[in-house]
């Protein structure tokens, strides 16, 4: 198939670059030039305009900072809505809000094309391996059309339910993941201090009841797992603002549905504090210096 991914970061490259190495010609577009370029070291072919990257794609793709970014991109004059091919499914994976993903299956059905909400889980690590979850909201006919584009890049695909229901499933599961990312750093500096070994901590807790992904893939000690971004004085990986927007978006959908989030609340005043502190780039588990007190602010 031939497909135009819009949106070559942290994790539209590598989730592009395994759809070039499955066979497909993928068409990308990036703003950035670090992007660009990391996305044409997978193969795949960097276009100048959406216009070039979307034309002849079967598929369009969009991998997001937000949903302003994703509404301006699909609906704007030079967006993919103006120049993509009839018949043309439109998949955001982008985490964005609920209300705003079913603003744009209605838009986007209205300009004549098929769409999903397809936000995914598993992190840089799962996009590099295509063991990403996808939970995928809209009709169950389009996503069987696209399933073979999206198995590439997946360990396993739910189809949540209509229009918006991949986002609020994707919304819950990162705001679990705040909290856990929260419960790992305190943990973390909490058994340094008590002179534990990190390595032999962390292995434990795994087959213990302090277990979580975050635990897993991230822990914020230095050498402990190769995943973690601690690893890279926390570039890449998962950004705090991208956190931050994840957390609002949850205490939102909270706030609609009448739930208290109280822990999800202080996560979200944490990732406040790293951002004022100039680290809105940085991979959230950065949070770790601030339970350290390396940081104040
Ligand atoms: P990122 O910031 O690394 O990548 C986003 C890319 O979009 C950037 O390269 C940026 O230059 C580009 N961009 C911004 N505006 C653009 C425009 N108008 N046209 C073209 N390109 C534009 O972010 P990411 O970590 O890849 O995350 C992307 C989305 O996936 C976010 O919604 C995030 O919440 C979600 N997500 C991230 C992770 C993760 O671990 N990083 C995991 C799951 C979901």
Redesign the pocket.
Known sequence: MRIGW???????APMSGRLVAAGHEVHG????EA?REAAAAQGVTVEDT?AATVAGADVVVT????HG?VT??LDGPDGVLAHAEPGAVVID????DIDAARSLHASVSAAGFRFLDA??????SG?AAGTLTFMVGGDAAVLEEVRPVIEVMAGRIFHTGGPGNGQAAKLTNNMMLGITLAATAEGAVLAERLGLDATTFWELAQVSSGDSWALRTWYPVAGVVETAAVNRDFTG???TA?LR??LELALAAGESTSTALPFATAVRDRMDQLVELGLADRDCSVLVKLVDGELSS
């Open positions: 819009i949106g070559l970061g942290n994790m539209g577009f990036d703003l950035a992007a959406v991998m997001l900072p937000n970014i301006a991109v994976s982008s985490t964005i936000p995914v889980s598993g992190g840089i996009a990986g998962f950004a991208l927007k994840d």
